[in-house]
């Protein structure tokens, strides 16, 4: 199982962008999808988190800027980020917790706000 992220790049304080993760391959059933940034010279943090059910939990930082959301039909994860700051400038990665698998990790994009 693959996941492959899209929807990163470079954009003004105050705009918005939207990310987009699929997953791919001997798919079972996918628990918990979520994003993840990594800043320069700091850990990996936890950004959302939606349920399979849609249940939903976001740092404190990104509350009413960034929504999460998924489509489990096609297996796909989006993060819709507006009100951008220069702080959320990261890499951001995609994980998925599937039920035979474990955790997956996509690769990261990276988004940069400019101030």
């Known amino acids: 199982v693959q996941l492959q992220a899209s929807g990163g790049g470079l954009v003004q304080a105050g705009g918005s962008l939207r990310l987009s993760c699929a997953a791919s391959?001997?798919?079972?059933?996918?628990?918990?999808m979520a994003w993840y940034r990594q800043a320069p010279g700091k850990q990996r943090e936890l950004v959302a988190r939606?349920?399979?059910?849609?249940?939903?939990d976001c740092e404190d930082s990104v509350k009413g800027r960034f929504t999460i959301s998924r489509d489990n039909a096609k297996n796909t994860v989006y993060l819709q980020m507006n009100s951008l700051k220069p702080g959320d400038t990261a890499v951001y990665y995609c994980?998925?917790?599937?039920?035979?698998?474990?955790?997956?990790w996509g690769q990261g994009t990276q988004v940069t706000v400019s101030s």
């Open positions: 994980y998925a917790l599937e039920l035979r698998i474990g955790q997956i």
């Open positions: 939606i349920s399979r059910a849609g249940s939903t």
């Open positions: 391959g001997s798919i079972f059933s996918i628990n918990v």
